[in-house]
C-alpha cells in the first residue's frame, strides 16, 4: 500500500514565484498523492500543489523553485549527473529538502534573480544541501569561485604563455565574464601570487554593492580573500 504524507498546498499555493509569467495551474490531490511513489532521483517527493511544468501560450514554463531543486537532488543523487561531475559523488541533501514544499519555501524567502544556489562559500568544505549551509549567490560572486582553473599541474590562474615570450608563465582572473591578463611572470609562483593578489582585492571591490545581500556573505568572502593571500 502506498504510504501517504501530509500535502502542504495551503501553504504552496501561496509561495510567490519569482519569474515573471510563470502561472500556477492547480493539480488535483490524486497528482499530488502519485507523486510520493514517483520519486525524483529516488528521493525527492514533489508535493506541489501547482504543475511545475505546464503548458500556456504555446510554450512550456517550468517553475525556477522547481527546477533548481529537481537540479540539487540531480548533483547528489543522478548517477548520470556523477558521470561527468564525479567531485558531486558524496555530496547528499538534508532529508526536510526531499519534500518540495520545504525546499520551496526556502526559495520564496531568498533572492534568485540572477542567482545561484550555492553550498560551500558560507561553510567552506561542506558537502551537504541545507537551509543552513546554502545561499543563494549572485551570478557574478560565483563565478569568481568556479573560473580560471590551472591547466595541469599549474595553479589556478595561471598558463603558459604562447609565442616566444622570454617570461613563460602569465596570470589572468576573470572580470566581468571577460578573461583579463594580469602580467607575465619567470617563475609560476609569481604568476601565482599576481592572480591570488588580484582576485583578493577583486572580491573586497564588491563589498559594497553587497551589503543588502545574505548577512553571511561578506564574512564569507572576507575568508575567502584571505586564505587567497595568507600561508606564503
Keep these: 500500500s502506498m504510504k501517504m504524507y501530509p500535502l502542504k498546498s495551503s501553504r504552496l499555493s501561496k509561495t510567490r514565484e ?41 510554450r512550456t514554463i517550468q517553475c525556477r523553485a522547481y527546477r533548481t531543486w529537481r537540479n540539487m537532488l540531480a548533483r547528489c543523487y543522478s548517477p548520470v549527473f556523477h558521470a561527468t561531475h564525479p567531485s558531486y559523488y558524496d555530496c547528499s541533501v538534508d532529508p526536510q529538502w526531499f519534500r518540495f514544499s520545504n525546499f520551496a ?33 549572485p551570478s557574478r560572486v560565483n563565478a569568481l569561485f568556479t573560473s580560471s582553473k590551472g591547466r595541469g599541474a599549474l595553479p589556478r590562474g595561471v598558463d603558459v604563455a604562447r609565442g616566444k615570450r622570454k617570461k613563460k608563465f602569465r596570470a589572468q582572473l576573470d572580470i566581468n565574464g571577460k578573461r583579463v591578463t594580469l602580467g607575465y611572470f619567470q617563475k609560476s609562483e609569481d604568476a601565482e601570487i599576481c592572480y591570488a593578489d588580484s582576485k583578493a582585492s577583486l572580491i573586497r571591490s564588491l563589498y559594497q554593492e553587497l551589503r543588502d545581500e545574505d548577512s553571511r556573505l561578506i564574512p564569507a568572502l572576507e575568508r575567502a580573500a584571505k586564505a587567497l593571500t595568507e600561508n606564503r
Design 18 to 58: 519569482p519569474r515573471e509569467g510563470f502561472c500556477k495551474f492547480p493539480r488535483s490531490v490524486r497528482e499530488i498523492e502519485r507523486s510520493h511513489e514517483a520519486r525524483v532521483h529516488g528521493v525527492g517527493i514533489n508535493d506541489a500543489d501547482y504543475l511545475v511544468n505546464p503548458t500556456h501560450g504555446g
Design 105 to 137: 519555501e526556502w526559495f520564496s524567502q531568498q533572492k534568485t534573480t540572477n542567482r545561484v544556489l550555492d553550498k560551500d562559500l558560507i561553510v567552506p568544505g561542506n558537502r551537504i544541501y541545507s537551509p543552513v549551509t546554502c545561499i543563494m549567490l
